[in-house]
């Protein structure tokens, strides 16, 4: 097993940089819980990957150590956070690459770079060794040229773990040999918010066909209805930039990281310290996040978004209690071009609109390739299954590669 990490995730005597400049020095005094777990299944570990600044992209842009491309179009993103992880696998580089999620940054490039990409469930894999962006969203999982290559390393990382204390303690299925191809009899949700007139129609062409093809195998497929989804993008944003402001707090120059040389107070030294080491789209979502949490916003913002993440939570368990999967895209659009919305948050935000439903609910995802536009851009289908039902996913997306 040949495996790239991406550079949020630590192990000891390397560098972690997080893709910023706050901590381009910094070296990991320790493995993170699914290093050590690889290295003890004799994976071999090739090397870190590049990501957008502290997990906060969706492009791969935003590092301070330059732009990720993606090797089916150089001129065009790979998708983020975790771009470099992506790129590395359909680059042939590794068999297999660590990526993190929080809002869809191993399902979003996956799908743009045409590999496979598994989110698990939120407490499925140990967060120790991940630098945290926002705690409670935050989960590890694989990249693959294959389903099974992600079923493998997924058997591996995942476990409980009393270094983590959100880690489930529940048991870890053998998920290489539960990938049959079977799928007869299984209950497929389409929900109708996912598809209306605004998907591009070749995403939503190349979807449908393998939709009927898993009729033919023998599944039924249903429309289901997650009503509250026009508002994960705004819960989204509202939550995460809130724990990101607590979480990024602990860069200030003091402790660790980089320090600000020319400071003539302490106050200074934390103003120009993290001035100089955080990068544009860190800075935006850290004020976000602070103005969110502040006095007189906390109740109409971060209280409130806390309890529309709950009515999200409730879309799902009473879609899975009509269904057993859901399938739906993974992206609005094929890859954009390198500088295409940098200059537009919103638009760059909305590229994770089909993906941050499930880490909002803390449920599993996988996307797979699922054919290519006209431009020959690759195409991603999403997957979406009930709390560590990860089998049912993979079962689904491995009859689906077989097609």
């Keep these: 097993m040949i495996v790239a990490v991406k550079d949020v995730i630590c192990m000891k005597g390397k560098r972690i940089t997080c893709g910023s400049r706050i901590l381009e020095h910094y070296v990991s005094p320790y493995d993170a819980t699914v290093i050590q777990r690889l290295e003890a299944a004799d994976a071999i570990i090739i ?3 590049n990501m957008d600044e502290f997990a906060m992209g969706s492009s791969n842009e935003n590092s301070a150590f330059g732009v990720v491309r993606n090797p089916v179009d150089e001129s065009r993103v790979p998708g983020g956070s975790s771009g470099g992880s992506a790129a590395a696998v359909a680059a042939g580089c590794a068999t297999t690459t660590l990526g993190s999620e929080t809002g869809g ?3 979003q490039p996956a799908a743009l770079c045409g590999v496979i990409g598994l989110k698990p469930t939120y407490g499925r894999v140990s967060r120790y060794g991940l630098v945290a962006f926002a705690s409670s969203f935050d989960q590890i999982g694989p990249f693959g040229q294959s389903v099974y290559d992600v079923a493998s390393v997924l058997q591996v990382i995942a ?3 009393p ?4 880690s489930a303690d529940l048991p870890v299925s053998d998920y290489p040999s539960l990938l049959t191809g079977d799928v007869k009899g299984l209950r497929v949700g389409l929900p109708k918010e996912y598809f209306t007139k605004a998907l591009d129609r070749e995403i939503a062409g190349s979807i449908m066909k393998l939709v009927d093809r898993l009729k033919q195998a023998g599944a039924v497929v249903k429309e289901v209805s997650l ?3 026009e508002y994960t993008i705004a819960t989204y944003y509202i939550l995460t930039t809130a724990e990101a402001s607590s979480n990024l707090a602990r860069y200030d120059g003091a402790r660790y990281g980089r320090r600000a040389q020319d400071a003539g107070d302490l106050m200074d030294m934390y103003v120009k310290s993290r001035s100089e080491g955080f990068g544009e789209e860190v800075k935006r979502r850290i004020m976000l996040g602070t103005y969110v949490l502040s006095a007189g916003y906390y109740d109409a913002y971060y209280r409130k978004g806390q309890k529309v993440r709950r009515l999200i939570k409730e879309d799902f368990d009473n879609a899975f209690r009509a269904v057993d999967c859901l399938i739906t895209p993974t992206t609005p659009s094929t890859a954009f071009r ?3 919305k940098v200059d537009d948050p919103l638009q760059m935000y909305l590229s994770d ?3 941050v439903s499930a880490n909002l609910a803390g449920i599993p995802g996988i996307s797979i390739p699922c054919g290519k536009d006209k431009k020959g851009l690759p195409i991603g289908l999403q997957i979406l299954g009930r709390q560590f039902d990860e089998e049912m996913i993979l079962r689904v997306a ?4 077989r097609e």
Aim: charged share 25%.
């Design 353 to 355: 609109v089909y993906t």
């Design 398 to 401: 491995d009859f689906l590669e």
């Design 338 to 340: 390198i500088g295409e």
């Design 227 to 229: 009503p509250h989804a």
């Design 163 to 166: 270094c983590d204390s959100t």
């Design 47 to 49: 090397g870190k990957t």
């Design 105 to 107: 940054s191993i399902r």
């Design 159 to 161: 476990g409980h773990d």
